[in-house]
Every structure is written in C-alpha cells, then in structure tokens.
C-alpha cells in the first residue's frame, strides 16, 4: 500500500514538473522558416466613432469603447474637438473627422 502511494506521488510531482516546463515555450519560440529580416506590419488602428454627449456642461465621445474629451489621447490620436454629430482628432499630423454613422437624439421633458 505504501508503494503504491509513492508511486503515486512520483508520479503526480512528475507531471506537475513537466507540464507546467513546457506550457510556454511552443509560443516562445519563432517560426523557423521565418525570414530574419521579417517584421509584422503594424495594424493601422482605425477609430470608431460610437457616441457623442453634448452639452453645455461637458462634451464626451465615445470612440473605440473608451470615454474621451476634448484634449485626450487614444492610441497615438488625440481628440481636438466635440460637436453634435462629429469630433476632430489628429493623428499621425493629419486631421481627421470621425462622423456618427446613425444619430439618434433624445431629448429630456
């Protein structure tokens, strides 16, 4: 009984070892038919415009899920100006109008 018992705990300490010493080296490793001169193009990151809240007291946007203001950055953009149905960001030293696809207003009583 006590034999099996070691074996059992040999065993189990043995593929706790092995299992978590080679969980990550598959992803470490590069690919060898790569060339060594290969680089991954850079994702352009596009910007979303979701939503635009505008009032007298503050202006917000939503773009690409995160709240931004006027004077924020997100990514390597920054957000130049809100208005009602649009917001400037600069970008890459260009200007760019991020327009709502489908404006919908809803007014308080």
Not at 20 to 26: L, N
Not at 39 to 57: V, W
Not at 78 to 105: C, F, N, P
Request: a positive charge; one cysteine or more.
């Amino acid at each position: 009984m006590f034999k099996n018992k070691k074996i059992i705990a040999v065993s189990v300490c043995l593929w706790t070892f092995f299992s978590g010493a080679f969980s990550g080296t598959a992803a470490a490793l590069a690919d060898p038919t790569q060339p060594s001169s290969y680089r991954a193009a850079s994702k352009k990151q596009s910007l979303r415009l979701e939503s635009i809240l505008f009032s007298a007291a503050r202006k917000v946007a939503v773009i690409n899920g995160i709240v931004v203001a006027e004077g924020d950055s997100i990514g390597n953009a920054k957000i130049i100006k809100i208005d009602k149905e649009s917001v400037q960001v600069r970008s890459a030293g260009k200007i760019v109008k991020l327009v709502l696809r489908h404006t919908t207003i809803r007014q308080e009583k």
